[in-house]
């Protein structure tokens, strides 16, 4: 083009000066205003003092832009320079501006790149426009440019005036293993040296390398291993290469290569099934490299992180249909506790009433397995002795275990306390000496089960399978003699009614409602399992260390005597304003609530509240709302319903946690939680002491 096309010399000798119409225009007009300053100067006549020193001042500032015009126009030989120099480059080459205006260019240049005026821009250029960036603050930089579908290394730097040198370099791509299923044709010449041993970068790295001989890589005989290699897979020179991996994988990897794809290959090794490697192939003078790196930590924690966001999701799947189920039963069990008061014992009714109470029972234990295992279930957190909690718990283990499983319990030394929800850490430990026993008994017809508490340090817990023990925990295994957990189910095990046993013998929530558990403590769960050795799943707690003024307190309480409750008397007065989305809670609730003396005005959402709380404003002795609603939530209903409450309690009840909903009541007072399912005389209860304590 035009704008940058080499000139031809106009002479041999030195180099010829390029006009410039502009520079022509400034000389002339620069002498028209000298000849206009020195008018008035003639004029009053040289013999003056004022005269003659302006005379003198002009005739300077004439030569010195005399000087001036002539070195720029002196500077126009760079442009000349610079084209010579690149005309003279063997390898493309080109001066660009800043802005990747195309400048000059020799003629290698146009034959890789073309007639175009600016550099290659989008992914093309990306590269380069970056080693320009760099090139523009004085650096020598680097780049890839993309040209013809070939990548070249473009060395950028800088000259005079701010103008970009930019040279290209081929890069170098070696031969791809693809082209291995062809065979190379034999010709009449001299063969090239083979390489029959490998490099030194190759013979120290820390994976596995191999030097094959031969065209089908599963097929070579093994020239030559590093030591990586030979640790890794047992690999020694004389051996076909495709013995050291596992058979099923082989062939997986002989098909993709025979469809012409690119590594890296996964395989698994022959010596070890369970360890995965990424097998990369390579041809080098004559030969077959082999690479293999060892992937199977990496493949081990992508497996963890995927069950762990199956987990996460299964618990938010569980936990939304725990809440929905809660609000069901709580409806059914309110319903029950109205029909069993107007049907006591003696009613023909009654007995039928009371199977559906019970069943009403262990639908709810169902709902608290989820909401367990999806780490949302209510927990009343005490401060426990380890030793103290297992021992006291033994007694029924041991009745559960039946006579044809030995149970062995191992008390560690300066055994810690930890702070956790009693009930739900023993539901825990059974659960899991439940499934050891099942697992022993249906195995050899009994064994052993054992449980072991200790105190770990740091590094015991890292060791026994907690990476992310930060000090000191609680430790509790439960391990049995069994026959151990498969490897394609270990990643199953804590999965939501997943279950090995016979259908009508197990939920498939045993294990989950352990984990749930676990986690929902701030806790760490680890199964060690390994084929005819049994399995043992260890449990890692937080150690709580109380203040001493605490442990006072604990001391002091426990050392008082137990008095025996009083009947409660579950009538009492005030106003209520009862909030619940849910129809069949909020209308029964409310008549049972009337019928023990309290006045109850009910809302069915946030919106219809506010309004009923403005109208009686003051006069609202006690707040009870549900926490999930349409619309405006509890908390929220809070905030902006405190102004018409004043100081009367509030009593928030759900089926979530209350973890989940309690940053949301910051600086609130007067809040206490009470968890669905509920039962009248629960909430009754409830109600009347809240309404006392005000």
């Not at 005490?382 to 044809?404: P, Q």
């Not at 050899?444 to 023990?469: H, M, S, W, Y």
């Not at 006072?552 to 409660?568: G, I, M, Y």
């Amino acid at each position: 083009m035009a704008d940058f096309q080499l000139q031809d010399k106009a002479s041999t000798g030195a180099s010829r000066r390029r006009f410039d119409p502009w520079l022509v225009g400034a000389a002339i007009f620069f002498v028209a205003a000298a000849a206009f300053s020195a008018a008035p100067a003639l004029k009053a006549g040289p013999t003056t003092l004022a005269g003659l020193l302006l005379l003198l001042g002009v005739a300077g500032v004439a030569v010195l832009g005399l000087v001036a015009i002539r070195g720029s126009g002196a500077s126009g030989d760079d442009s000349d320079q610079a084209e010579g120099f690149i005309e003279a480059l063997s390898e493309p080459a080109a001066l660009a501006g800043a802005d990747g205006r195309v400048l000059l260019a020799n003629p290698a240049w146009r034959d890789v790149m073309g007639e175009g005026r600016r550099l290659p821009s989008g992914a093309a250029g990306s590269s380069l426009f970056a080693a320009l960036v760099q090139a523009r603050k004085g650096q020598m930089a680097e780049g890839v440019l993309t040209a013809g579908g070939n990548d070249y290394t473009a060395k950028v730097s800088r000259l005079a005036g701010g103008r970009l040198l930019i040279r290209l370099a081929p890069i170098y791509v070696p031969e791809p293993i693809a082209e291995l299923s062809i065979p190379a044709p034999v010709v009449e010449r001299a063969a090239a040296p083979q390489q029959n041993a490998l490099d030194a970068f190759a013979g120290a790295s820390p994976f596995g390398a191999a030097l094959l001989e031969g065209i089908e890589p599963f097929k070579s005989r093994i020239l030559e291993t590093n030591p990586a290699l030979t640790t890794m897979t047992g690999a020694q020179a004389g051996g076909v290469f495709g013995d050291l991996i596992d058979p099923a994988s082989r062939v997986e990897a002989e098909a993709r290569l025979n469809e012409g794809r690119a590594g890296p290959f996964e395989v698994r090794l022959a010596r070890d099934p369970s360890r995965i490697a990424h097998l990369y192939l390579y041809r080098a003078d004559g030969r077959l490299v082999a690479y293999m790196i060892d992937v199977s930590e990496q493949k081990q924690m992508e497996l963890q992180l995927a069950q762990a966001q199956k987990m996460q999701a299964i618990g938010q799947l569980a936990g939304g249909v725990a809440h929905d189920f809660n609000n069901l039963l709580t409806a059914i069990q309110l319903r029950l506790d109205e029909l069993l008061h107007r049907h006591p014992v003696g009613d023909p009714s009654y007995e039928g009433l009371n199977e559906i109470r019970q069943t009403g029972v262990r639908a709810a234990d169902l709902v608290r397995k989820l909401l367990a295992f999806s780490r949302k279930q209510t927990v009343q957190r005490e401060v426990l002795d380890l030793g103290e909690l297992i021992s006291e718990f033994e007694v029924l283990l041991r009745r559960l275990l039946r006579e044809d499983v030995k149970l062995i319990t191992d008390y560690g030394r300066d055994l810690p306390q930890v702070r956790a929800d009693k009930s739900q850490l023993e539901t825990a430990v059974m659960n899991l000496a439940v499934n050891a026993r099942d697992a022993v008994r249906a195995a050899k017809g009994g064994g052993i089960v054992r449980i072991r508490t200790a105190r770990l340090t740091r590094d015991e817990a890292v060791q026994l399978g907690f990476p992310a023990a930060e000090n000191d925990c609680a430790f509790i295994e439960v391990s049995d003699d069994g026959p151990g957990i498969p490897p394609d189910v270990m990643g199953k095990i804590f999965d939501p009614f997943f279950t090995t046993k016979p259908v009508g013998e197990g939920t498939g929530l045993g294990l989950a409602t352990v984990y749930g558990i676990v986690k929902q403590s701030d806790g760490w769960i680890h199964v060690h399992s390994r084929p005819g050795e049994g399995a043992a799943f260890r449990i890692f707690l937080p150690i709580y260390d109380a203040p001493p003024a605490v442990a006072a307190a604990q001391a002091a309480a426990k050392a008082e005597p137990v008095k025996p409750r009083a009947a409660r008397d579950l009538s009492g007065a005030g106003r209520i304003l009862f909030v619940e989305d849910e129809d069949a809670v909020r209308s029964v609730a409310a008549r049972l609530l009337r019928a023990r003396g309290y006045e109850v005005l009910e809302a069915a959402d946030g919106e219809e509240a506010l309004i009923i709380a403005e109208e009686h404003a003051g006069t609202i002795d006690l707040l009870i709302s549900d926490v999930i609603m349409p619309g405006i939530d509890g908390p929220t209903l809070l905030k902006k319903a405190r102004v018409y409450l004043g100081a009367a309690p509030v009593m928030f009840i759900s089926g979530y946690a209350e973890a989940e909903f309690s940053d949301l009541l910051e600086g609130e007072t007067g809040v206490t939680f009470l968890p669905k399912p509920i039962d009248i005389k629960t909430l009754a209860e409830r109600v009347k002491q809240q309404l006392q304590a005000a």
